[in-house]
């Protein structure tokens, strides 16, 4: 059973463009956070928001928390070839240990 | 970066023999983690621990053992490997010196294929 559904699957747009991934459950998680991995490379976390409603900016990368703590979304405002890669969200439970649930991801492909 | 090393990085063996990963770090995270990635599928945890010699399941754990007898080091065992068992590992750690938010440090990964 998939917890988290991202979507898109995979995107492909041309550099300068904007774009919005979205990270859906029906569970609440007391936090989420967004990974990024390049090909052949464990992935890397990107941010974590914890509050609900909260927004984190990232350089041209947006983070945002839905109210009730069951999605989040990341756009990316003028998007560049480095920004490519596979884009992860997870969420967190606590609660004897913290478990890491990982959505399914989303392929972004940023052409030059 | 976090200290974490995988090995072997990459593993070709047969159907039916044992397999084991290592993952070792250096910087006394509490708990580790391993994960397998297939497409379409995301990452998938297998087991966790969090602690020495405390261990448990996760959501894909059938076919696969852990142990941990000291902070610096998880193995992963495939007691006897099958086809469906092909796929990248991934071992993760969090929680530097006992706490933690879930927030995981990846080592790179060990391919694994089982013909």
């Known amino acids: 059973t998939q917890l988290l559904e991202q979507s898109p699957q995979f995107l492909s747009i041309q550099e300068g463009e904007n774009l919005t991934v979205y990270c859906n459950s029906s569970?609440?998680?007391?936090?989420l956070q967004w990974y990024r991995q390049e090909p052949g490379e464990g992935p890397v976390l990107l941010v974590t928001v914890v509050t609900g409603g909260e927004v984190k900016k990232l350089k041209r990368l947006t983070f945002q928390f839905g109210d009730a703590r069951k999605d989040s979304s990341l756009h990316i405002t003028a998007a560049q070839p480095g920004d490519t890669g596979l884009y992860l969200c997870?969420?967190?439970?606590?609660?004897?240990?913290?478990?890491?649930?990982f959505g399914t991801g989303t392929k972004l492909q940023v052409i030059p | 970066d976090a200290g974490i090393t995988q090995s072997p990085r990459h593993k070709v063996t047969e159907t039916g023999t044992p397999v084991t990963l290592r993952c070792h770090q250096t910087?006394?995270?509490?708990?580790m983690y391993w994960y397998r990635q297939d497409p379409g599928h995301g990452l998938r945890l297998i087991h966790y621990s969090y602690g020495v010699k405390d261990t448990d399941k996760g959501e894909v754990s059938d076919g696969y053992s852990v142990s941990r007898s000291k902070t610096e080091d998880f193995l992963l065992t495939l007691e006897s490997a099958t086809s469906s068992q092909t796929s990248v590992y991934f071992c993760a750690i969090s929680g530097r010196g006992g706490e933690g938010t879930g927030e995981l440090f990846f080592g790179e990964g060990s391919r694994l294929t089982v013909l």
């Open positions: 997870a969420g967190v439970r606590t609660g004897g240990y913290q478990k890491v649930t």
């Open positions: 910087e006394n995270h509490r708990y």
């Open positions: 569970s609440v998680f007391s936090s």
